[in-house]
Every structure is written in structure tokens, then in C-alpha cells.
Antibody
């Protein structure tokens, strides 16, 4: 069964850091790119960051550029999101999502989603 | 960024109804349009990609069409499990962007 499971969310003070992880199973991890998509409370969906299947192409939304870093560990089938200098506006459920494309540039269609990890930034 | 204007923002319907949700893109998005269904406290579920291609396992009650920069999701005969929030997404232009959602309720 194909599955993505996020972890690492929690409550953090403004200005602090948090690292999210996403464990993949049930499919071949190394041939897919991956993304993080977030959803603020009661709001819609916002793409945050993406990484190519080879790990050499990383892209970020303007709202997190310079503060968030996406990475992957193909030996462990894991995706990470390092979030620094967090602000209240970063409060959201963060979803790990798989890119539909196989062994190619990300196309930004998300065909598999995790259940999400909540991040609350509050003093 | 491409703005995806989704309408209506909410919709009341009954079991058996045919409903249509529309997204208008602020610029050309080709056939690179997806639709997702989200139920409360759940992850979005992919329904349709490439404007009209159903994801594996998705019922044929769902269908997608396009006309220029207008994209439509149709549910042919509402079932109780279809009451949810629906999002469109364009992935033709970077960055990918979503509509604001349509809440479909009884």
C-alpha cells in the first residue's frame, strides 16, 4: 500500500525552528519528486516547496524562500522540511505529497498525499 | 502567479443532484488542471488530472471539462460520500496554485 506519513509537527514560538519529516512506503521512492503543501486553519491549499527525484532541483514558494529547506534521503525513503524563522503565518497543517512524474522534472500534480502534520506557531 | 477563481464558494445540494463547480484561470493553463476532494480533517484526495482523466479508483460520477480558461468539475448524481470541499489546481505555470475551494453540503 502506497503511503506517506508525516511527523515532527508541534507548537513552536515565533522565530524558532522546526523540522518535519515524511516517511514513504509501498512504492519506489527514488523515481519520484516530492512536495510540501500546507493548509492554514480554515483556509485553502498552498504549495510550499518541492524537490526533484534526483534531489538536485529544489523550489520554494516566495512566502518561505530563504527560511525553509527541503531535502530527501533516498537511503531511508524520507523527505524533510527544515523550517527556520517561523512566523504566526506559518501555522498550518503541512502535507507531504508525491509528484506524479516518474524520473523526470516535477510537473506539480500531486497524486499521493500524507495525512498531514500540524504546525502551530504561537508565543 | 496564476489566480484560480473557483465558484461557487459553497453549494447546497441533495443526494441525486447533478452539480457543477467551475474554476477560471487568470491565464492560459493548457490541460494542466487537477481536482481534489477534501473531507474534514483529512488529506486532499486526487480525483482528476489533465482536465479530464480520472485517478485510478475514482467513480465515473466525477468528470472534468475545459473551455478556454474555464474548467469544470461535474458530479453526475450526488451520493452521501460526495459531500466535501473541492479544490481545483493548475500546474501549467510555476508556481502551482489552487482555487479557494468549494464546500459542497447538504
Amino acid at each position: 500500500q502506497e503511503q506517506l506519513v508525516e511527523s515532527g509537527g508541534g507548537v513552536v514560538q515565533p522565530g524558532r525552528s522546526l523540522r518535519l519529516s515524511c516517511a514513504a512506503s509501498g512504492f519506489t521512492f527514488i523515481i519520484h519528486g516530492f512536495h510540501w503543501v500546507r493548509q492554514a486553519p480554515g483556509k485553502g491549499l498552498e504549495w510550499v516547496a518541492g524537490i526533484s527525484y534526483a534531489g538536485n532541483d529544489k523550489k520554494y514558494a516566495d512566502s518561505v524562500q530563504g527560511r525553509f529547506t527541503v531535502s530527501r534521503d533516498n537511503s531511508r525513503n524520507m523527505l524533510d522540511l527544515q523550517m527556520n524563522s517561523l512566523t504566526i503565518e506559518d501555522t498550518a497543517v503541512y502535507y507531504c505529497a508525491r509528484d506524479w512524474m516518474l524520473k523526470g522534472p516535477n510537473i506539480y500534480y500531486f497524486d499521493l498525499w500524507g495525512r498531514g502534520s500540524p504546525v502551530i506557531v504561537s508565543s | 502567479d496564476v489566480q484560480m477563481t473557483q465558484s461557487p464558494s459553497s453549494l447546497s445540494a441533495s443526494v441525486g443532484d447533478r452539480v457543477t463547480i467551475t474554476c477560471r484561470a487568470s491565464q492560459g493553463s493548457g490541460n494542466w488542471i487537477a481536482w481534489y476532494q477534501q473531507k474534514p480533517d483529512k488529506a486532499p484526495k486526487p480525483l482528476i488530472y489533465g482536465v479530464a482523466t480520472l485517478e485510478s479508483g475514482v467513480t465515473s460520477r466525477f468528470s472534468g471539462t475545459a473551455s478556454g480558461t474555464d474548467f469544470t468539475l461535474t458530479i453526475s448524481s450526488l451520493q452521501p460520500e460526495d459531500f466535501a470541499t473541492y479544490y481545483c489546481q493548475q500546474y501549467h505555470n510555476y508556481p502551482p496554485t489552487f482555487g479557494q475551494g468549494t464546500r459542497l453540503e447538504i
